[in-house]
């Protein structure tokens, strides 16, 4: 069975501060597909980052950072200086090779105070 | 740029009502997915789609049914709305099985009365 968990159902932090999304996931697949995606307010997904299975290497992108670790089923998401346009809820989403299908985790709302 | 359309935004309909909620793409994607999206749940797959006239269960078909007559376009049927279908609805699109990223529709919020 394929599932990915988020844990955090809310996290509200202050303006410039860092905060970490948690994703976990659990796949019998060798070969599969990590996404992370943002929903603002207006309610379309924005897609932030796809990792496969065989790049563990981690990616930043500005003040975003993501932490793929096999080992322990992880896929974590790290905002850096959070700014008040990062309010928003964020899914990870897992898609298997075998399949196509892509399953999204329960949705992590990030709200940022100015 | 991809885009993904839904026929509506708001959808109020009364139970018992047969619903159409509608999709459309502009990409030539082979793959279309409809979702449903609850507080505390997440997006759950409804059912998808890799060609024409091809469909496949997600993980919560249980009244609805989908239709693929052209490429571009992905229909979610409630073929007798109920209370408890009240929930956003999301359609995506993608290019084929494997990792490319899913594109969004803007979604429809529908509330069964």
């Known amino acids: 069975a394929q599932k990915v968990t988020q844990a955090q159902t809310e996290i509200s932090v202050v303006e410039k501060e860092d905060v970490t999304l948690d994703c976990v996931y659990e796949?019998?697949?060798?070969?599969?597909?990590l996404f992370w995606y943002k929903q603002p307010p207006s309610g379309e997904l924005v897609f932030l980052i796809r990792?496969?299975?065989?790049?563990?290497q981690n990616e930043i992108s500005g003040r975003y950072s993501w932490n793929f670790q096999k080992s322990t089923s992880s896929f974590n998401f790290t905002i850096t200086a959070s700014q008040v346009v990062d309010s928003a809820v964020y899914f990870c989403?897992?898609?298997?090779?075998?399949?196509?299908?892509?399953?999204f985790g329960q949705g992590t709302t990030l709200q940022v105070k100015p | 740029d991809v885009k993904v359309t839904q026929s509506s935004r708001y959808l109020v309909k009364r139970t018992g009502e047969k619903v159409f909620l509608e999709c459309v793409q502009d990409?030539?994607?082979?793959?279309m997915f409809w979702y449903r999206q609850d507080p505390g749940l997440g997006l759950r797959l409804i059912y998808f789609?890799?060609?024409?006239?091809?469909?496949e269960k997600g993980d919560i078909p249980e009244g609805y049914s989908v239709s693929r007559e052209k490429k571009e376009r992905f229909s979610l049927i409630l073929e007798s709305a109920s209370t408890n279908q009240t929930s956003m609805y999301l359609c995506?699109?993608?290019?084929?099985?494997?990792?490319?990223?899913?594109?969004f529709g803007q979604g429809t919020r529908l509330t069964v009365v």
């Open positions: 796949t019998r697949d060798t070969t599969y597909y």
């Open positions: 990792r496969n299975s065989f790049d563990e």
């Open positions: 995506a699109s993608s290019t084929d099985r494997q990792g490319n990223r899913s594109f």
């Open positions: 990409m030539d994607h082979e793959n």
């Open positions: 989403a897992l898609r298997s090779s075998n399949t196509g299908k892509l399953i």
């Open positions: 789609s890799y060609d024409v006239k091809m469909k």
